[in-house]
């Protein structure tokens, strides 16, 4: 799951800003590291990426592990 959400903030700069906010400065180092590493992706690697995240995030909150704030609720 990792190596997918690497993909995905790799594949949207304003998206990894946001994802990079809520980390530890340290673990947010640490991925920006692990992501240079990786090199460039395909297009198709980091949608396929995106899709393996929104369905676990969707999975979490089903199962009610994560609550999602959403606009206008």
Same mark, same amino acid.
Not at 11 to 37: C, P, V, Y
Not at 42 to 56: G, H, N, P
């Given at each position: 799951? /990792? ?9 949207? #700069? ?13 673990? /947010? /180092? ?17 949608? #396929? ?6 369905? %676990? ?6 199962? #009610? #592990?994560?609550?999602? /704030?959403? %606009?206008?609720?």
């Amino acid at each position: 799951m /990792a190596e997918q959400v690497m993909a995905r903030v790799r594949g949207g #700069e304003k998206d990894g800003i946001k994802f990079f906010k809520g980390m530890s400065s340290r673990s /947010a /180092a640490q991925m920006k590291d692990d992501i240079e590493i990786m090199g460039p992706q395909r297009l198709s690697t980091i949608e #396929e990426a995106q899709q393996k995240v929104v369905q %676990a995030v969707r999975r979490l909150e089903q199962n #009610e #592990e994560i609550v999602i /704030a959403r %606009a206008g609720g």
